[in-house]
Each structure stands twice: as C-alpha cells, then as structure tokens.
C-alpha cells in the first residue's frame, strides 16, 4: 500500500487521541525477505517478527528503490498490526509496513535508532 501525500499538503483532519490508538502500530523484526513473484511493481515479501503477543507477520513492501532482501534481515520496522489482511497479487499481507517518501517518492522504512523490544507499541 502506498498512501503518499506531496511534504507541502495540509495536515489531515483532525482526530482524537483516542481514535489514533485504534491503529496498532508496533515495532517488529524482519526475519525473513525476499522478491515479491507476480507483484505489479517490484516489492519485497517480508516475514517480521513482532513478538510474543502479535507473532510474525507478513508484508509485501515496495521498497526496492533503496533496499535488497538480503540486507533486511534483522532490521527493525514499525507496521500497523490491525489492520485486515490485504490480497497483493498471489501474496496475502497481514501487516502495513512503515515508510516515508524521499525526494523522488521512494519509500524509506521508518524504523527507531535504537533497539526496541518486538512488539512494543507506538506511545
């Protein structure tokens, strides 16, 4: 899923904290990546870890631009772990993963600078 707005849009609506911790976002490790066969446009399979209360998830990513599989293992990102599970092709994902757009809207993994435990939740 690629949901993108220009850095010079309007903030969305606004919400209520409380609707905001609706959505799941938790913190989880990547165990396993590889290519996505069939997909439309190029993205990565993921297998994150999000820790005992979540389990493991997959993801399809299209984050090509600036990663290869090989150099996902063990990297740490943040997904929405609520959401319902989405057909992407063959590939039934289970997890939103993070990201950013950089200047030419490619996404960026949004991951914390310091190790978090899997599965902790977005405070």
Known sequence: MHLTDSPDSAP????SFDTFRQVDIRIGTIVEAAPLEG???P???LLIDFGPGV???KSSAQI???YVPEDLIGKQVAGVV???PRQIGKFMSEVLT????DEKDRIVLFSPDHTVPNGARLA
């Open 12 to 15: 969305a609506e606004e919400t």
């Open 39 to 41: 997909a439309r446009k």
């Open 43 to 45: 993205s990565i399979r």
């Open 55 to 57: 389990g493991t998830r």
């Open 64 to 66: 090509t631009d600036h």
């Open 82 to 84: 609520n959401f319902p």
């Open 98 to 101: 993070l990201g950013f757009p």
